[in-house]
């Protein structure tokens, strides 16, 4: 039977392609890599996986500056090698969603090299933002993401606009040739067996560039109206394109899913995820929840909330490749500035590591008890922590080099996946699959069995938030079993029930301080 709603209550695995297994020893993960692994995800229990940018690149980005967008980069395979991927992965009944990055191309697509080769005013050059500058100077003053500036000059003394890296000129999406070749893009992909997408800066396509300029000094989630009038982000008419894209996603059978990530305020986020849109939208709120009864609760009303007036899915996310892993956020004190802390190589503060999977082991069960789609990032079923201290010679985030050193970047995050001793990275020594394979206690172990058990209870979205002692959360799922998570530093009395799952061993009949429980009703 064909399940449209697959998604809905989906535990997704992230891969990063070029650090997740490298098949050939060239240095770089491949698609053949993945292949090897389908075993591995299917036995962890994961619905689908997503595969961050594995197309033709220079790595001015870690592949989000894409050269080509119907290809794969040779150095990670071919388009056969996808083929069998996706095939091996379907057998496994493992769904496929792949990255798409629309905001922006490479400087080497061969639209900006036409671009850059026509004059001002040409059909070329309208479908990226070229403007004239102010005298010797930008356009204006805004910044990007990755440094001081958002605009760089081209010979004939025009500026061309680019919210990330010089490398990644952003696209016009006002241009009927960008909305046409994408759509081309996702019937590409999906002819393919793709199951769905994940839409990289989904927020931030249609743009209207205009006298007089704001003033933009940081492009934060915080930093946006709530009304759609900011030039560059989250603006009323992107949801055309959305729509545009929902027409070829209901073309298949079944539908096709795509979930954005979408950086805008919570209370328009919503737009993204309806079932005329994209259908589901990230919420990375988690990512920055201090380990609380007060801030987790808080944050999972709010994303609860914002799923049912969406009438899409809440998402859960504790790690991604863009941000510093969550063991060892959990293991550092509360406040931390985290780059700071990776430009002291990891050394002040200390990070309390035990102390950071125990809480790591907590809220991993706790969001997996949450009706929702799990997003799960490789190598957090390994308790890999962050790697603050590689040296400047490993570091390719653009970040580092665009800020002069100000900011180490999200390289930590994306060390290659420890398969074995012998090849592990120094700071993973013991941490690798092959030694947690066989250990009973392993975090590998404790994800395999609480993802299974997971698919054993979830039946349905219903939750009811039921009372508890004070600083734990508690709540029902359906009328089998219930989830409670203790934030005190000291045991709590267990609730009555058979516990079929804890994160931490169960000690004269109390759930631990900061773990989590799943006891039946």
């Excluded at 119907?70 to 769904?95: C, Q």
């Excluded at 798409?100 to 005013?121: D, M, R, T, Y």
């Excluded at 073309?251 to 994209?278: I, M």
Aim: proline residues 7%.
């Amino acid at each position: 039977m064909l399940d449209n709603n697959w998604w809905r209550q989906a535990v997704v695995y992230q891969v990063y392609p070029r650090t997740f297994l490298d098949s050939n020893n060239d240095g770089m993960g491949d698609l053949k890599g993945i292949t090897l692994k389908v075993d591995y995800l299917s036995k962890l229990g994961v619905d689908a996986i997503w595969l961050s940018p594995f197309y033709p690149s220079h790595l001015y980005d870690g592949g989000y500056d894409v050269d080509d967008y119907r290809n794969v980069d040779p150095r990670i395979g071919s388009l056969e090698d996808f083929d069998e991927m996706v095939k091996a992965f379907h057998v496994a009944n493992i769904k496929i969603i792949v990255d798409i990055v629309p905001n922006h191309s490479s400087i080497h697509h061969e639209w900006f090299q036409e671009a850059l080769n026509s004059p001002k005013g040409s059909a070329a050059r309208d479908r990226y933002i070229f403007l004239d500058g102010e005298g010797d100077n930008p356009p204006n003053n805004w910044p990007s993401h990755f440094g001081p500036t958002c605009w760089t000059q081209v010979p004939d003394g025009q500026w061309y606009l680019h919210l990330f890296a010089p490398e990644q000129p952003d696209f016009n999406w006002k241009n009927a040739d960008v909305r046409a070749d994408f759509e081309k893009t996702l019937r590409f992909w999906a002819d393919r067996g793709v199951d769905g997408f994940r839409i990289d800066v989904a927020h931030s396509l249609t743009k209207e560039i205009q006298k007089p300029y704001p003033k933009y000094k940081a492009y934060t989630t915080d930093d946006l109206p709530d009304d759609g009038s900011h030039q560059l982000f989250d603006r009323d008419e992107l949801m055309d394109v959305y729509k545009s894209w929902r027409k070829v996603f209901n073309s298949y059978n079944p539908p096709k899913f795509a979930v954005a990530e979408a950086n805008a305020p919570l209370a328009r986020r919503g737009r993204y995820a309806t079932e005329e849109t994209l259908g589901q939208a990230f919420n990375f709120e988690l990512l920055n929840t201090p380990w609380t009864e007060a801030d987790y609760r808080k944050t999972i009303t709010a994303v609860l909330d914002f799923a049912e007036k969406a009438k899409s899915s809440s998402t859960w996310v504790l790690s991604n490749h863009d941000v510093v892993r969550h063991l060892s956020k959990f293991g550092l004190p509360p406040k931390t500035d985290y780059n700071k802390w990776l430009l002291s190589n990891g050394t002040e503060p200390k990070c309390d590591y035990e102390k950071g999977e125990q809480i790591a082991r907590a809220a991993t069960l706790l969001i997996l008890g949450l009706p929702g789609s799990t997003y799960l990032y490789q190598g957090e079923e390994l308790a890999l922590p962050e790697v603050p201290d590689l040296p400047e010679s490993e570091l390719a985030d653009p970040i580092w080099k665009r800020t002069s050193g100000k900011e180490k970047g999200r390289d930590g995050c994306r060390v290659s996946i420890p398969w074995s001793e012998a090849t592990a990275h120094k700071n993973f020594k013991g941490l690798s699959a092959e030694i947690q394979e066989d250990a009973t206690e392993s975090m590998l172990n404790y994800y395999r069995k609480a993802i299974a058990m997971r698919k054993e209870l979830c039946v349905n979205e219903e939750i009811e938030f039921v009372d508890a002692p004070k600083g734990v959360i508690g709540f029902k799922r359906g009328a089998n079993w219930s989830v409670f998570t203790n934030f005190n530093e000291t045991p709590v009395a267990l609730p009555s029930g058979k516990v079929l799952i804890s994160s931490a061993p169960i000690v004269d009949n109390q759930i631990p301080a900061s773990a989590t429980v799943w006891v039946s009703n």
